[in-house]
């Protein structure tokens, strides 16, 4: 079981200044995925826009969101 100390969250970035974070998730989603298909999916750095998005999206826009990319249906730009 993790404890206080371990518990971490995203840190600021200043081109998401605001309290709404909505781009913020919605731009690390997409540069995970840009990163695992330029460098390959083994490539650690690419893991923490996997942490930003998993801390800052909701579990329901992620799942729609790899539906659409299996679908090819993703309207961003991977």
Not at 30 to 45: A, L
Request: with cysteine; glycine share 6%.
């Amino acid at each position: 079981m993790p404890t206080v100390a371990d518990v971490k969250t995203v840190p600021f970035d200043p081109r998401f200044p605001n309290q709404n974070q909505t781009r913020h998730c919605y731009q690390s989603y997409v540069d995970f995925h840009r990163c695992q298909k330029i460098r390959g999916e083994k490539y650690e750095p690419c893991q923490y826009f996997k942490k930003a998005f998993q801390a800052l999206c909701p579990n329901a826009w992620v799942e729609r969101w790899d539906g659409q990319i299996s679908e090819g249906t993703f309207a961003g730009r991977i």
